[in-house]
């Protein structure tokens, strides 16, 4: 292979000092984003190499949400005709002409180790450091992470050949700073209880609690809580027919991992008629390093609440780390073993490729939407409309910290930072559900993405033009995008969840990382109901929850999510921010789904 190298390296040169000499900006940020810092004289030697990803841009993304539309809408004709693999690749292609210029253009910069996405709307590959400054006519710089001390290379700005930018959607890494030490809550690394960290927390063992607490469900949630709170009676799915095709996917990102010896445990406690079944996850390595982690807090805490009501459904851990290789040398100073790559978009591009992907999926982890460009985060998003229109629901937690400021520079508009609340609410039935519901979303695109659903379009303003938020003060009202996402969609139990981490110690884990696989079992549940009926899976479950769904919803009216100093936002009848459209009636909704 070497002298197609040496061969393609001119190739390189020669391109790009004539072809594309006139480029425009991409994508800039204003300054060093907050909780990063530039490390001023870091030598990057040229021979650095950069793992990429380049978005290509697509041309049916109207059809697709198109379709995503009409086969998600109970009231549609194609309700449930769900696509297929090849019909989604069909329409996620790029245009042909787009994935030749850019094949060239990457050939011709010595990129390496070229790996397309299974639809090609996408491609990986490495770059050397002084190729892709060429190419994106610009300087890469190490930043540090100030708390975590990891060190990334990223660029604050970047162009593209004006002849390409119309066919390329996003560049990655380039302007994101996701945050790669998380320290809040079971929805970053290191879970404990109300979001201390793991450490922080003594072990439990289970047998020493009051069994009323169980009974009582105030102070923990185990299964037959769950089953009681989402009145979901005994409710046993049938995977023997129909319901052999149901199957949750549980993401596990950021080297994070299940153990099937604790999901034994878990089971033997409290599912009787799963001992001696051998009933475990599969686990599917999408995107490495492979390194099993002595925590295993996340993963565990995952794979046993997706399966508390859902078992013997099967179940698969992807581990998802998306950790380019490196090997440091004594002039990168450490640079780029901080240099987590957005897991996101391998996670979605390698369940896009499956032929019988997961009818479910649950995804714990999140980012602060500050760190996330926009172009990126809309390929996210279109990817979560593709895995809607193959018929999976995608529960997503919303984050455990409230409303807060996002501490943005004094260029940009100051705004709630999505992520989530810790609210005191109380039920429509006013039972005291104390702390314990916390929300999440299906959701969460940027302006120029597909649907959420027109019930949800209407909701939003009726609520922040409502009775509720009456008395909004200015300062209130600067501080969020009324033109946004709103979120949560819904809210679920997230305190108090008993799982199984190691051996014979059990604990409790919380936030919406316990609210997210807890919903994911009972919309299995669903599938399994509808499937028993000859009816296709759920799918995306927006247009169902915020049309004939709201009646199937147990509503939270009472309550509120506060932050930046500020009172925040009030609960209400019907959606609000603080908990969505309340929690899951799963004996309301059997009907309502049919
Ligand atoms: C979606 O349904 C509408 C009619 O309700 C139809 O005009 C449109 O072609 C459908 N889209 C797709 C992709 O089938
Ligand atoms: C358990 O708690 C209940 C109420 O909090 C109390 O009445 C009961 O005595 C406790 N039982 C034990 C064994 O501690
Ligand atoms: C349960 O919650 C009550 C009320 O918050 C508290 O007083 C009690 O200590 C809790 N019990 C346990 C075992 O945590
Ligand atoms: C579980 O595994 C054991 C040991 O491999 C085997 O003997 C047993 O038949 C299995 N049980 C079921 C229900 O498959
Ligand atoms: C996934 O990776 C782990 C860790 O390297 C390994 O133990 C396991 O066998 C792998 N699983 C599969 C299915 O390849
Ligand atoms: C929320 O409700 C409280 C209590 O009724 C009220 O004082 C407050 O002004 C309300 N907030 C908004 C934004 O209207
Ligand atoms: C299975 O699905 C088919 C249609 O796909 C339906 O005709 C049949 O009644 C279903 N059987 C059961 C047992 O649910």
Redesign the pocket.
């Known amino acids: 292979m070497f002298a197609p190298l040496l061969l393609r390296i001119l190739v390189g040169l020669l391109a790009s000092t004539s072809a594309h000499s006139r480029f425009a900006v991409k994508n800039a940020l204003p300054t060093v984003p907050s909780g990063w810092a530039e490390v001023q004289n870091a030598r990057l030697p040229p021979t650095h190499g950069l793992n990429m990803r380049f978005g290509l841009a697509p041309q049916g993304s109207h059809l697709l949400e198109s379709s995503l539309r009409n086969t998600s809408d109970p009231l549609h004709p194609n309700y449930g005709d769900h696509l297929s693999k090849a019909q989604v690749h069909a329409l996620s292609k790029p245009a042909t002409d787009t994935i030749r210029m850019v094949e060239a253009w990457l050939e011709a910069h010595n990129a390496n180790a070229m790996r397309w996405s299974s639809s090609r709307d996408s491609v990986s590959a490495v770059i050397l450091v002084s190729f892709a400054e060429r190419m994106l006519s610009t300087r890469f710089g190490v930043f540090q992470h100030i708390k975590s001390g990891k060190r990334v290379v990223r660029t604050l700005r970047y162009s593209l050949p004006e002849t390409l930018l119309p066919h390329i959607a996003f560049v990655h890494p380039t302007t994101a700073f996701f945050d790669p030490m998380r320290q809040h809550g079971i929805g970053g690394f290191a879970p404990g209880v109300d979001g201390a960290p793991h450490s922080a927390v003594p072990h439990l063992k289970k047998r020493g609690l009051n069994q009323s607490d169980y009974i009582s469900c105030v102070n923990v949630t185990d299964p037959p809580c769950v089953r009681q709170l989402y009145n979901l009676g005994d409710y046993k799915p049938d995977v023997t027919l129909n319901g052999s095709e149901n199957h949750i996917g549980v993401a596990g990102y950021l080297n994070v991992w299940a153990r099937a010896d604790s999901l034994k445990l878990y089971l033997d406690d409290y599912i009787p008629e799963s001992r001696g079944s051998n009933y475990t996850f599969d686990v599917v390595n999408i995107t490495g390093p492979f390194i099993p982690a002595s925590i295993n807090a996340e993963g565990n805490l995952d794979t046993q609440l997706a399966i508390q009501v859902a078992y013997p459904i099967p179940m698969t851990y992807f581990p998802t780390n998306s950790i380019p290789p490196h090997i440091p040398d004594q002039n990168q100073d450490g640079i780029g073993s901080g240099g987590v790559n957005e897991p996101y978009l391998d996670f979605i591009d390698y369940v896009l490729g499956l032929d019988k992907p997961p009818t479910v999926i649950t995804i714990s982890y999140a980012d602060d939407e500050q760190t996330v460009p926009q172009d990126y985060a809309n390929a996210v998003c279109n990817g979560f409309a593709k895995l809607g229109a193959r018929g999976i629901s995608v529960l997503v937690s919303s984050g455990d910290s409230g409303l807060g400021v996002a501490n943005l520079p004094e260029t940009m508009e100051r705004h709630s930072s999505p992520s989530s609340p810790r609210p005191a609410l109380t039920l429509l039935q006013s039972e005291k559900l104390r702390d314990i519901s916390l929300r999440f979303l299906f959701l969460n695109p940027g302006p120029d993405s597909p649907i959420i659903s027109t019930g949800h379009d209407a909701s939003v303003p009726a609520y922040l033009d409502g009775p509720?938020?009456?008395?909004?003060t200015a300062l209130?009202s600067s501080m969020y995008n009324r033109q946004g996402r709103a979120y949560p969609d819904i809210t679920c139990a997230g305190s108090g969840a008993f799982f199984n981490f190691f051996e014979n110690e059990w604990d409790i884990g919380g936030g919406t990382s316990a609210a997210a696989p807890t919903a994911a079992g009972i919309v299995a549940l669903l599938n399994d109901w509808r499937l028993r009926h000859g009816k296709p899976v759920m799918g995306f479950l927006n247009p169902f929850l915020y049309g004939a769904g709201v009646t199937g919803m147990v509503d939270i009216v009472e309550g509120?999510v506060s932050g930046c100093q500020q009172?925040g936002?009030?609960a209400t009848r019907g959606w609000d921010p603080t908990s969505g459209l309340g929690f899951f009636d799963f004996g309301k909704l059997q009907s309502l789904v049919l």
């Open positions: 509720a938020n009456a008395h909004e209130q509120l009172p936002f009030n």
